[in-house]
């Protein structure tokens, strides 16, 4: 599958591409990873004011209504080029469930400074041990007069150091791993009893384990209907998918431009790596498994994009293969280059690392292969 992308689509892609080359090579990024902060607010204010964070957003919300084919073509280009910013977990994840499941207030409330940029957000519903089980939740959130009080733990919560606010699950009802009785709240990362600890991802990014003690939290900030939170996080899921291997092709095809660029320099025996024809057998092998990467990732989205009923079970099959598709690819990637491909000076191994994380959000592979299994 090759889709024909429209005149806009054409648009936003090309504007996206020219703002980071000339603005956001590897090695601005790796200055951007390196600051205390490990993100750029002045990057981030320039990805509003291009249109990137209304991008998605349907016109009645606000935004550009470009949908989850916006979000590909946002999130390919930023793996194209490691983008660190919180794109993913401001826009695609919070942004997506407030717009999907947020009553007409609050998504009046925040979307505009979401989409101006103005302000961070991010996503805890992991735990220590719920293994991509969204009802598997300990955090349990009372019921008190007008409020509701929030006691747990999350744990990996990407962004969060840098959020302003956070969307946190509970449960509001219900026994261990009951699908119904998680609920979503907005929490303000500086309320009382809120605890971070922060700590650098592998792949350059900041998360933080957090932990809520008795945290207060007023009853408008519950997001969606008490008690639904499980649905509206799996069709988050299903956009997140869909936009992680978004990000992977783009990271995928980076490895693989630089891979044939190093073998038609680098020589061994008085001739380039290129010549040889067993590096040249393994090298189609990788721009295969790119673009099968492509063509299902542009099939979710568009399955999405026209709401079809098949997409759960569609974005488990894409993160599987895309997910073993980008490993192998950067894992051939790092071989190619040789011990360099493992050094922090050369932006291959950055890719590996990227994509390694990729690999683990939403679910593992592994996971999401048994996952279409058990819906076949």
């Not at 040249?280 to 990467?293: C, G, K, P, W």
């Not at 073993?324 to 950067?330: C, G, I, M, P, S």
């Not at 590996?352 to 959000?361: A, C, E, Y």
Request: proline fraction near 3%; include cysteine; charge should be negative.
């Amino acid at each position: 599958m090759d889709i024909q992308l429209t005149e806009e689509q054409e648009l936003l892609r090309s504007s996206i591409q020219r703002f980071l080359r000339e603005q956001y090579d590897f090695g601005e990024r790796c200055k951007i990873v390196a600051t205390d902060e490990g993100w750029s607010r002045r990057h981030w204010k320039s990805f509003a004011e291009l249109g990137l964070c209304a991008a998605p957003f349907q016109e009645s919300s606000g935004g550009l209504g470009g949908g989850s084919l916006a979000t590909m073509i946002v999130m390919r280009e930023f793996g194209s080029n490691l983008v660190v910013e919180p794109y993913f977990e401001t826009v695609v994840l919070a942004g997506g469930l407030i717009e999907d499941v947020a009553s007409p207030a609050q998504r009046e409330a925040y979307l505009p400074q979401l989409m101006a940029g103005e302000s961070i957000w991010a996503l805890a519903w992991a735990e220590a041990r719920s293994r991509y089980d969204f009802s598997n939740v300990d955090t349990t959130a009372q019921r008190q007069g007008e409020s509701y009080v929030l006691s747990g733990a999350k744990a990996a919560v990407i962004a969060a150091p840098w959020a302003d606010k956070l969307i946190v699950s509970a449960r509001t009802s219900g026994g261990p791993r009951d699908r119904s009785g998680i609920s979503l709240f907005v929490v303000d990362r500086h309320s009382p009893n809120l605890h971070l600890q922060g700590f650098r991802t592998i792949d350059g990014r900041r998360a933080a384990e957090m932990t809520l003690m008795n945290v207060e939290v007023p009853a408008s900030q519950l997001l969606g209907t008490e008690g639904d939170g499980v649905a509206a996080l799996e069709a988050c899921r299903d956009r997140a998918i869909a936009a992680l291997c978004a990000e992977a092709v783009g990271a995928m095809g980076a490895l693989n431009s630089a891979t044939l660029e190093y073998s038609k320099t680098r020589k061994q025996f008085g001739v380039a790596l290129g010549t040889f024809q067993v590096l040249q057998h393994r090298m189609v092998d990788m721009f295969i498994a790119l673009e099968e990467s492509v063509s299902l990732t542009q099939h979710l989205n568009l399955s999405l994009a026209s709401k079809k009923p098949n997409g759960s079970k569609l974005a488990s099959g894409a993160k599987t293969k895309v997910g073993y598709a980008a490993r192998f690819v950067a894992e051939q990637a790092v071989q190619l280059h040789g011990g360099m491909g493992m050094s922090d000076e050369l932006n291959v191994g950055h890719y590996f690392k990227r994509i390694s994380s990729i690999n683990v959000q939403f679910g593992d592979p592994a996971y999401h292969l048994m996952r279409y299994a058990q819906q076949s």
